[in-house]
């Protein structure tokens, strides 16, 4: 045995990735893990409690991540950059994981156990929201702050997308300064 509960959460979030939640086994998930199921079941009761464990600790993972970076010195530009920025490395570091949940949040319903993927999106949209109500009470920026994070998520998700799906290299430090910038200065009419 190579492991444990960690082997298994890397294992299953690698073939849950591949291969979506209807698709995976518990006899995939223990192989890959280089576990027998008596001791993936020491951890998880089910294939659906160990994917409620993967999800929780993803959105855990990704808000924690970005409650750090929204508490972070300097202008509010420079703040939403180091939002936007932590979020891309965090895919990059871990692409695997991205995949999983991108996988996940778009498999058609009953497919996949119940998670509320709105309720943890909102926890992410309230936060960059806080930080850009902060620019609107300081005079910096105008507008609906729950809107623009909205809009600056929805940016963010295309690069992330396009980096998975497509292969480019839309996670840098100027992609993230360039969604800030179009979200703070809006677009120019020529």
Same mark, same amino acid.
């Given at each position: 045995? %190579?492991?444990? %509960?960690?082997?298994? !959460?890397?294992?299953a979030i690698e +073939?849950?990735?591949r291969q979506g939640y209807a698709g995976s086994s518990i006899r995939a998930i223990c192989q890959a893990a280089g576990v027998t199921k008596p001791v993936l079941y020491y951890y998880f009761r089910s294939k659906e409690h160990l994917y409620q464990e993967l999800m929780i600790d993803c959105?855990? !993972? =990704? !808000?924690?991540? @970005? @409650? *750090?970076? =929204?508490? =972070?010195?300097g202008s509010l530009r420079q703040r939403l950059v180091r939002i936007v920025w932590d979020e891309f490395r965090s895919v990059k570091k871990a692409p695997t994981r991205a995949q999983f949940l991108l996988r996940m949040i778009f498999s058609p319903e009953g497919r996949r156990p119940y998670f509320d993927y709105i309720q943890e999106s909102e926890r992410q *949209? #309230?936060? /960059?929201?806080? +930080? /850009? #109500?902060e620019g609107i009470d300081a005079g910096k920026i105008r507008g609906n702050a729950g809107l623009l994070a909205t809009a600056l998520m929805g940016m963010d998700l295309m690069a992330i997308l396009?980096? /998975? !799906? +497509?292969? %480019?290299a839309t996670l840098t430090l100027r992609a993230a300064e360039r969604n800030v910038d179009l979200l703070l200065n809006g677009c120019t009419v020529a």
């Open positions: 045995m %190579r492991g444990g %509960r960690e082997a298994i !959460l890397n294992a +073939v849950f990735a959105f855990s !993972l =990704s !808000l924690k991540t @970005l @409650l *750090r970076a =929204s508490k =972070s010195a *949209r #309230q936060t /960059i929201a806080g +930080v /850009i #109500q396009e980096s /998975i !799906l +497509v292969g %480019r």
